[in-house]
C-alpha cells in the first residue's frame, strides 16, 4: 500500500522532554495513507519489542476531540513502532498534540515523549466542519466509560423519580390546614389529659430530680428567716469576729479546764516542761518527781518565750505553789540552764506567829510554858515545854512542815540537870529518844528554844 509516512526517532529517558513538533503536515485528503512511524532507542540501542510490550498513542485534536489508540509493530528488532491515521482522524484539521507510551503485560508502562504535528484542511474540505469525537481504542478504557455514563443515566432517572414521587404527595392548601387543625386538636386532648394526672405516671424518683438527700420537713418561712438573721444573740458583728480571729492560738489548759502537762512521780519535772515546747500552759507535779519544786504535789504556770535551732525552749520561768500555799520560782536561760528554785517569803515568814503544838502519845503541855511553834525563812521554830515523857522511841508530836532529812537535837531537862534527845523526821514526827540527866525521877519537863532547818 501507498502511505504518506513520516518518520520520528525517541529515546527513552528520564530527562526533561518539552512538547515538540516533528515538522509532520497530512492534509485532511490524505485518507488511509497518513502514517506516523516511531523509532524507538534505549542507551543508543534499538528498544526490543516483544509480545508483551504494547504501544499506545493518545491524540487531542484542535476541535478537542481526542483519541487513544494502539500502534503497530513495524520492526520488533529495531524498536519500530507505526500508526496509520483512520478516516474520521484525518478529517480534524489543525495542530494534533500527541504522547507516545509503552506499556508492559507485568503492569509497568511508561511515557516515551510528547509531540505535535499539523492536519492541513484541503480545499476541497473547506466547508465541511468535523463533529468533535472521542475514541477510546483500548477495551477496559471503553467499559468504565460506558459505566460512568451509565451511572450518569441511572443517577437523573432516580432524580426525575423523586420528582413525580413529591408531585403525588402534593395535597391542596385547605387539605394542609384540615390536617393541622386536627393535629392541633388531638396534640391539645393529649396533653391536658396528661396535665390532669397526679399520680406520677412517668414514675420519677427523687433521685432523678435531685431531691435524694432532702427531708420531706415544713421548710422556715420567710419572716422566720428574717428574724433569724437580725437575731445578734446567735451571730457575731465584724468587729466581734476580728477580735475572735486576733485573739490566742495555744491553749494554757487542757479542753476540760484541767492542767496542760502533767508530771508524774517517775517524770523529770524539767524535762516536761521543756517537751512542751514554746508556749505558755499550766501544769500539776507530784513532790517525788525528779527536780520537783517541792516534797509537796504543786500546781503552777510556766511560759517558755523562744527556742534554740534545735527548736527546744531556750528562756522561760515557772511558778509553782504547793498545797502548803508555798510559792517556789525557777528561771531557764540557755547559757546557765535552770536556775534552780527558789520559795518566795511571806508576810507570814517575815513576821511568824507561834502556834500550839498538839501532843499526842500521852506527852502533856506545860501549864506555863506550853510547846508552840512556828515557821520562818523555812525554819520550824519550837518554844516552851512539855511533861510526862512517852517511852523512847515515840513520837510527841506531828508536823506539817517536814524537813529533807531527819534532824536530831538535844533540848534540856527541868527538875534535874540533864538533856533529852529527840528528832524531827522526814515525816514530819517529833520523835523523843531518850534522857541523860543527874535524877531522871525529879525530871518534871523538857524545855524547847530550838529552831530546825527544814531544807
Known amino acids: 500500500m501507498i502511505y504518506k509516512d513520516s518518520s520520528v526517532q525517541f529515546d527513552v529517558n528520564s530527562q526533561i522532554k518539552r512538547i515538540i513538533s516533528v515538522n509532520i503536515q497530512y492534509s485532511t485528503q490524505d485518507i488511509g495513507t497518513a502514517k506516523i512511524t516511531f523509532k524507538l532507542t534505549k542507551d543508543g540501542e534499538p528498544l526490543p519489542i516483544s509480545n508483551a510490550t504494547h504501544g499506545k498513542l493518545f491524540m487531542r485534536m484542535a476541535d478537542g476531540s481526542e483519541f487513544y489508540v494502539n500502534t503497530e509493530v513495524g520492526d520488533a528488532f529495531e524498536g519500530v513502532l507505526f500508526y496509520v491515521l483512520t478516516d474520521d482522524q484525518i478529517k480534524h484539521a489543525g495542530t494534533v498534540t500527541a504522547e507516545l507510551y509503552v506499556s508492559y503485560d507485568n503492569g509497568q508502562s511508561l511515557s516515551v515523549h510528547k509531540f505535535s504535528f499539523e492536519i492541513d484542511k484541503a480545499l476541497v474540505d473547506a466547508n465541511i466542519a468535523p463533529l468533535a469525537e472521542y475514541y477510546i481504542e483500548d477495551f477496559e478504557d471503553l467499559k468504565a466509560d460506558i459505566n460512568k455514563t451509565t451511572d450518569e443515566i441511572n443517577q437523573t432517572l432516580n432524580e426525575i423519580k423523586a420528582k413525580f414521587d413529591e408531585f403525588e404527595n402534593i395535597e391542596t392548601k385547605a387539605g394542609a390546614q384540615a390536617k393541622a387543625d386536627a393535629a392541633e386538636a388531638n396534640a391539645k386532648a393529649y396533653t391536658d389529659l396528661h396535665a390532669a394526672k397526679t399520680d406520677n405516671p412517668h414514675k420519677v424518683t427523687k433521685s432523678q430530680v435531685g431531691l435524694a438527700n432532702v427531708d420531706n420537713v415544713k421548710q422556715a418561712a420567710k419572716t422566720d428567716f428574717d428574724t433569724h438573721v437580725a437575731d445578734n444573740v446567735r451571730h457575731i458583728t465584724a468587729d466581734e469576729r476580728t477580735k475572735w480571729n486576733g485573739s490566742q492560738l495555744f491553749k494554757i489548759t487542757n479542753d476540760v479546764g484541767g492542767v496542760l502537762v502533767s508530771i508524774g512521780d517517775t517524770d523529770d519535772f524539767y524535762t516536761k516542761i521543756i517537751q512542751s515546747g514554746r508556749r505558755f500552759g499550766t501544769f500539776y507535779s507530784t513532790g517525788k518527781a525528779t527536780n520537783a519544786a517541792s516534797t509537796n504535789s504543786t500546781r503552777g504556770v510556766f511560759h517558755m518565750t523562744s527556742t534554740d535551732s534545735n527548736g527546744q525552749p531556750s528562756y522561760g520561768y515557772v511558778i509553782a505553789i504547793d498545797w502548803q500555799n508555798n510559792m517556789f520560782t525557777n528561771y531557764l536561760d540557755p547559757n546557765l540552764g535552770w536556775q534552780g528554785w527558789r520559795r518566795v517569803l511571806t508576810s507570814s515568814d517575815l513576821s511568824p506567829t507561834w502556834n500550839s503544838v498538839t501532843l499526842i502519845n500521852g506527852a502533856k503541855q506545860d501549864s506555863v510554858y506550853p510547846l508552840k511553834f512556828s515557821v ?68 518534871s519537863r523538857v524545855s524547847f528554844n530550838i529552831g530546825i532547818p527544814l531544807w
Not at 511533861?387 to 531537862?413: E, R, W
Open 376 to 443: 520562818s525563812n523555812n525554819v520550824l521554830w519550837l518554844r516552851g515545854s512539855f511533861g510526862t515523857l512517852p517511852a523512847i522511841g515515840t513520837s510527841v508530836a506531828k508536823f506539817t512542815n517536814k524537813p529533807t532529812q531527819t534532824v536530831d537535837f538535844v533540848v534540856p531537862t527541868i527538875g534535874s540537870y540533864g538533856t533529852a534527845r529527840f528528832a524531827l523526821t522526814t515525816d514530819g514526827d517529833l520523835r523523843y529518844d531518850g534522857m541523860l540527866a543527874n535524877d531522871g525521877a525529879s525530871v
